[in-house]
């Protein structure tokens, strides 16, 4: 089943909004700013928003990343000493341009509007979820009682809290993650990762070439970073010159493989499972029945293990299993590398519930529901559990 000709067919039909912690008020140090937008990934539009309104980027706090095709709305902050205003921006013909509102059935495009005032800046994950709403089409009358057996081990068990597609958009190629060569001290290596992936490039190496013909198509810290190694800078300096949340998307999204790989092997040895594609010709595993719900409910898995024991037999192997075959080494654990520091530990819930979900439309072709999950939990992953064979 390919997902994306179920969803997604346009970005209407994947309806994302933020559920802050908190309202704003009338007070605090930090503006509260609402950013609606379409067709636009949520580091773009900050870009796009940090440069016009000149604001630096570093002062705009934000909750999450929310998916680029798709209509979103989200929560920013910023410090008082900046004024801000209602404002949106179109792409017209590569350029973005101010504008007086955005269609958002249309317009690639967002607004960003004050709703009042905080006390502190967002950081990532202060908010309480995301509701979605979304529409699936081409939803063949075969794929109804799937989807309706599939929903009823969903409301019995939850569902595995994968990380979704988005957290590997730094994936160029399969397996091939900029943060093993950091992990190795081959900076080089990362930066030809980051830009091809594992594809042969007879002219790395040659920056002026290279700068010549990736720049229509590059970030501007992107183009900063092959004109410091023009100049002659190594490729670790040069490697600084990205931006530290682009840094971190790196480590980001091997850490977030690795507990991806820790899930798929624990369900696949502890229950009945069916195996769902997924990308980069990777694979994900859904549990068909649960023997233990109230101790897979319970179950957290961590990063590392470093910081969180794991008195789980089964877990601990499979965790020991996972970190030999990647040639995973302790002493990489919290290591600083590249101005960040990489394979912290942490705790993520194994399974997830969906709240209110709900069935909001049906018609022969198509269905649109509603439903929310928590902070970190990928609609894309239950949608692919509710439509798999």
Request: some cysteine.
């Amino acid at each position: 089943m390919k997902l994306y000709g179920k969803i997604k067919t346009r970005p209407e039909d994947f309806v994302v909004e933020e559920i802050p912690l908190s309202e704003a008020g009338e007070e605090g140090n930090y503006h509260l700013l609402r950013l609606k937008k379409r067709d636009v990934s949520t580091l773009e539009a900050l870009r796009v928003f940090s440069r016009l309104e000149k604001i630096p980027l570093k002062e705009i706090g934000f909750a999450g990343l929310k998916d680029r095709y798709a209509v979103t709305t989200q929560y920013l902050t910023v410090p008082v000493e900046y004024p801000v205003e209602r404002v949106c921006y179109r792409l017209v013909r590569n350029r973005w341009l101010r504008s007086e509102d955005i269609d958002f059935l249309s317009d690639m495009g967002f607004c960003v509007e004050p709703v009042g005032r905080v006390k502190r800046p967002l950081t990532l994950g202060d908010l309480e979820g995301n509701r979605f709403t979304i529409v699936i089409r081409n939803f063949e009358k075969n794929m109804r009682r799937r989807f309706y057996c599939n929903f009823e081990i969903v409301r019995r068990y939850g569902f595995p809290n994968y990380f979704g597609e988005q957290r590997f958009g730094s994936v160029k190629s399969r397996d091939d993650f900029v943060l093993r060569y950091l992990l190795k001290g081959d900076f080089e290596g990362a930066l030809r990762s980051y830009f091809f992936g594992k594809s042969r490039i007879d002219f790395w190496g040659d920056w002026r070439r290279l700068y010549k013909t990736l720049s229509p198509a590059l970030e501007e810290y992107e183009k900063d970073l092959i004109r410091g190694l023009m100049r002659g800078l190594t490729p670790e300096k040069a490697f600084r010159i990205l931006p530290k949340n682009v840094r971190l998307m790196f480590n980001f999204a091997f850490q977030s493989f690795l507990w991806n790989e820790f899930l798929r092997r624990y369900i696949e040895a502890r229950y009945p499972f069916v195996r769902v594609p997924f990308v980069n010709n990777w694979k994900l595993s859904y549990y068909l029945e649960v023997h233990d719900p109230d101790y897979l409910k319970e179950l957290h898995i961590p990063y590392t293990a470093k910081e969180h024991s794991v008195d789980d037999f089964l877990l601990r192997r499979v965790m020991a299993e996972v970190f030999r075959e990647y040639g995973i080494k302790r002493e990489w654990f919290d290591r600083e590398v590249g101005g960040m520091v990489v394979m912290t530990d942490g705790l993520r819930k194994a399974v997830v519930f969906p709240r209110n979900f709900k069935i909001l439309e049906k018609t022969k072709r198509s269905m649109k529901l509603t439903f929310t999950l928590p902070p970190g939990s990928y609609a894309t992953v239950l949608l692919r559990f509710l439509l798999k064979g």
